[in-house]
């Protein structure tokens, strides 16, 4: 882009001094030690290296990483060796300079952090890359080592972010994007409140333009109206708290224009009907630290004597802060017009470390030369609350994400190559991050020359042999031993693959099977095949000839329903080269015998159904009742309506038996308690991470702070829900969890 013709070179040099010179005085106004000459070194050599060169607004390239140090010092916080680093953030990507030349001149330290920045400016920040866990994995590493690299990182977004209209629109849609999804989040996580807003009302502008218009202007439109109300609203307080003899500020602050919308689409209400516009909120000065609790509660009380409460909508994040460091003590009640207000309640100190983040661990710092120390430890907390999979600390990251932090092992190929894979991984899961052909054919693995089972867990330091056969193929329930993403991924496509094969075989000996009979291939002959067969669709049909679950015979072919016969579970047991252990008997055979019925699933099909009106699963205690159709049907044992069916059909009744099976069967758990942050990460983390149980649908409301949540579950058998029941018991809110009928 081209220069503006009315700037001289003279105003552009004094341009850039004048941002140096308030970067450098808000540096000195901090409780920083003032290490002004290595700050100094880093502008010039950075001024130096991206000489001539401009950014695509068309000022001079050395202003962005000006201005990305002085968020990194006035917004972030941070001292002398970010501020440096941070001027020179770009100096390797886009100069000849190398990381040894920064090493020799400003030392190992900044050297890293320059070097930590050049590394992940390509990735999930670079223009070829997609949004990739892998990437995001990248950052979340290169963040362990020096945490510094990711606020340094978080500045230089902030600061693209603020100058981004003058990017192609392609790029700014690409760029909010990735914003919205990896750094609000993380700057929430760091507690970096103020500039996670900002960065999600930014990347919203860009995503949707129109929207945030609108918003904005309907915020205007309606702010009269809003401070006439708030004046309503606070007078009553304010003569309390001016009795009380504090000095405050109330205020109300508009939500963001992000979260606005944030709300209007998840409840599906219009702007008018966002109820919770703004938050008031109470900031008291107070010098005394150990009083400031107790002022809170004071205040909590003279509001709630004037207001009445929402009964669940008090937050106490002085007791329990945040993981980000929050603290504030929230209460929601009835204003003069009816409408629900919150009210935050806040010292001056609170307040500035809820918006400031680490700029204000800094400011109320006392004593001298113990920031190296500070930060270490700020830094590991950091990296703690990144470590630790606890629910509440990590809520934006999904499953995909939480494998990033669960820790890690190494292990060792024959040949020595080590490959880390993260903790819990089995053999298939390296056989399958190794290859997936590798991963498609692994019938077990020697470990440290030992034969183990394809599912044994590794260990670090293990030396691992994947052993393959040609003739194996993927199967579905491999994927209960599978914890890396990418071993599921591909081994899902596997099972795609040859699903596929299978379908297609089966429909090629179908026409040879017809062709045989002189019977011409027509949809009617085909979907009298699938209702004799009881399926759903070709595709199934196909696919059990294929698979040799069906024979072909004149049975396909024959008009007549052979009535309450039932055979065609019975097929399954004879599938492939299998043979079963013992006979079954058959629903008559079992009632005229008084045998027990044998409850046999597989492959998704059951000689059984599973009553509508109890939802037996395998481990209930259960009876079987044959329909008018034939068909067992079953009841679980104190079921009302197998009561009925028990006394006008007893001769009907079955005794039946749950036989071992690899498939999983639907349950419905009710959970109620009372809402509170976390609690639905709480729940999903159990059934998710530590129990690995698939969640069908999960039906969430909360009302009037109760909380209800129906989950479908898969499960194998009802031990598992029990024990599902009684875990999600424990987390902290809710009150009671059951299985339902
Ligand atoms: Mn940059």
Known sequence: MMQNSNITPEMEDQMIELAYQNLLNGYLSSNHRKKVEIIDKAFKFARDAHQGIRRRSGEPYIMHPIAVATIVSQEIGLGSTSISAALLHDVVEDTDYTVEDIEGLFGTKIARIVDGLTKISGGIFGDKASLQAENFRKLLLTMSEDVRVVLIKMADRLHNMRTLSSMPAN????????????????????????????????????????????????????????????????????????????????????????????????????FEEVYDLYAARIVFECDDESAEKRICWNIYNEIT????????????????????????????????????????????????????????????????????????????????????PEPNAIDFLDTIKLNLFASEIVVFTPTGEAMTLPNGASVLDMAFMIHTDIGTHCIAGKVNHKLVPLSYKLSGGDQVEILTSNSNTPKADWENFLVTAKGKTRLRAALRHQRRLIIDEGEKRFKAFLEQHNVEFSNEVLSQAITRQRISNKEELFFLIGNGDIALNEDLLNKKDNGTRITWWRRGLFRGKETPKETTVDAQTAIDTKAIYRLITHDGKSNYHIADCCHPIPGDDVVGFVNASGKVVVHKMDCPTLARLKASYGSRLLQTQWEEHSDRFQATIHIEGIDQKGILQSIVNIISTNMSINMKRMNVTANQGVFNCDLDVLVTDASVVTNLCREIKKVKGVNNANRMS
């Open 305 to 388: 004597e004037v207001y009445a409460k929402h009964p669940d909508r008090v937050r106490d994040w002085l007791t329990t802060p945040k993981v980000n460091k929050y603290r504030a003590l929230h209460v929601t009640v009835m204003g003069p017009d009816g409408n629900w207000v919150e009210v935050q309640i806040r010292s001056r100190k609170m307040d500035d470390i809820a918006e400031r983040g680490f700029a204000a661990h800094w400011k109320y710092k006392s004593g001298e030369g113990e920031e190296e120390k500070e930060l270490d430890l700020w830094l590991s907390t950091i990296v703690d609350i990144l470590k630790d």
């Open 171 to 270: 790029k700014q849609y690409k760029i909010a994007g990735e914003t919205l999804y990896i750094y609000a989040p993380l700057a929430h996580r760091l507690g970096l409140y103020a500039i996670k807003t900002e960065l999600e009302d930014l990347s919203f502008k860009y995503n949707h333009p129109a929207e945030y218009q609108r918003i904005k202007d309907q915020i205007a439109a309606s702010e009269e109206s809003r401070n006439e109300l708030f004046a309503r609203f606070s007078a009553p307080i304010r003569e309390r708290l001016d009795n009380m003899g504090l000095k405050y500020e109330f205020f109300t602050r508009v939500k963001s224009c992000y979260s606005i919308w944030n709300k209007m689409q998840t409840k599906h209400i219009p």
